[in-house]
């Protein structure tokens, strides 16, 4: 009913995730014995970031990463031609992209392989929460989203403003 095509594609496939998850397991403990804790690891986060995990990502990453692009609306942006704004455009959002990326391999080397949380017996369950905590709790994510938004899409003082005032009525 299979192919043997496709039998070998998925054996190996899962063979080489197995191997992927030793790999990540001595990252994690090789992480343990050079840092004293995740607070200890965090405080190198980006001196970590720029000299391991973007280098490991490739040439490319660290070329978008060292990449400087002035923001829409400066006096370089304004000044530049409109195939040039395209491409500092293009590499905001690989710059965006990538960095996504390597906090995302930062923090699986921090919270899965070397310090993860240690798993209480009975709590798979997630905590439910109110409404209006809930609302409080996302709506203050999106706005400092959009406080650390390096080169937004849209106009983002406009939105947290909007997000601001939707923060007051949850908290009337």
Known sequence: MFSDNLKNAVKDAISTEKTCEKKWKKVGDIAKQDFASALAFDEVKQAFLDEVIYPAMGDETVKVMKM????????????????????????????????????????????????????VEGDDKPKARDLKTRFNEDLAALIKAGQNAEHPPFDVGMVIGHLESALKYVNK
Do not use: C, L, M
């Open 68 to 119: 400087v692009v002035p923001r829409k609306g400066t006096k370089d942006w304004n000044a530049a031609s409109q195939t040039q704004q395209d491409a500092w455009a293009a590499f905001g959002k690989a710059k965006v992209t990538e960095r996504g990326k390597g906090h995302s391999y930062f923090s699986r080397i921090r919270d899965v392989y070397a310090w993860p949380e240690p798993k």
